[in-house]
């Protein structure tokens, strides 16, 4: 079965532009969290979302926001990106209470 | 405040030297602790679940416990390929199915 998965792999943004990371779950879990993780940290949850509902959001600014689509993928949007934005970006999908994890989008702002 | 806490940041262990990851929590109602692996620049690997105080769950070279305020993972006899950071997180009642995670150990195996 496939994993849950990402894109793009790496991206370079410069500061005060908008980007789009994308996900795709595990196929059958309807659910997709987000989470940034920094260099020596453990990820920080940003968003979940189930059958395209917001359930849940972290403690992020409004430049940061989610959706679901009807195939349960999802997008995450940041604008006017700053430098302090730059890190992992991971996506989990989950049927229930475990989480499983892509790869991540390494998201470098300059 | 939710917390969690892992010790120690990093562990530097011989082949075959068993040793143990510590992640102690403070939650308000804690629902499940999962630990995972994650290698560099890559995205956690699941590894186990624990739901209740004395439970235990085993996987190879690696056996996961939990008490009231602490998880552990025993490293039995590791290899140099269980070298990773591994991440503790919990799930607490009134937060939905958001995870909290600790800041990771980082454990370096060495033949």
């Known amino acids: 079965d496939a994993g849950v998965t990402q894109s793009p792999t790496h991206l370079i943004k410069t500061r005060g532009q908008h980007v789009t990371l994308r996900c795709s779950p595990i196929s059958g879990h309807k659910s997709v969290s987000w989470y940034q993780q920094v260099l020596g940290q453990g990820p920080q949850f940003i968003f979940q979302y189930y059958e395209k509902e917001e359930r849940g959001r972290g403690n992020f600014p409004d430049r940061f926001s989610a959706r679901q689509f009807p195939n349960y993928s999802s997008e995450l949007n940041v604008n006017a990106l700053l430098l302090g934005d730059s890190a992992l970006y991971l996506c989990?999908?989950?049927?229930?209470?475990?989480?499983?994890f892509g790869p991540g989008t390494r998201l470098t702002v300059t | 405040e939710d917390q969690v806490t892992q010790s120690p940041e990093a562990l530097r262990l011989q082949e075959g030297e068993s040793s143990s990851l510590n992640c102690s929590y403070t939650?308000?109602?804690?629902?499940?602790l999962f630990w995972y692996r994650q290698d560099p620049g890559k995205g956690p690997e699941f590894l186990f679940t624990?739901?209740?105080a004395g439970e235990e769950k085993e996987k190879e070279r690696l056996k996961a416990t939990l008490t009231k305020k602490e998880s552990f993972l025993h490293i039995t006899a590791p290899k140099p390929e269980d070298s990773a950071t591994y991440l503790c997180?919990?799930?607490?009642?009134?937060?939905?199915?958001?995870?909290?995670f600790g800041k990771g150990t980082t454990l370096s195996v060495s033949s």
């Open positions: 997180a919990v799930q607490v009642n009134q937060a939905g199915t958001a995870l909290i």
């Open positions: 939650v308000s109602g804690l629902r499940g």
């Open positions: 624990l739901y209740s």
């Open positions: 989990a999908s989950s049927k229930s209470y475990e989480q499983y």
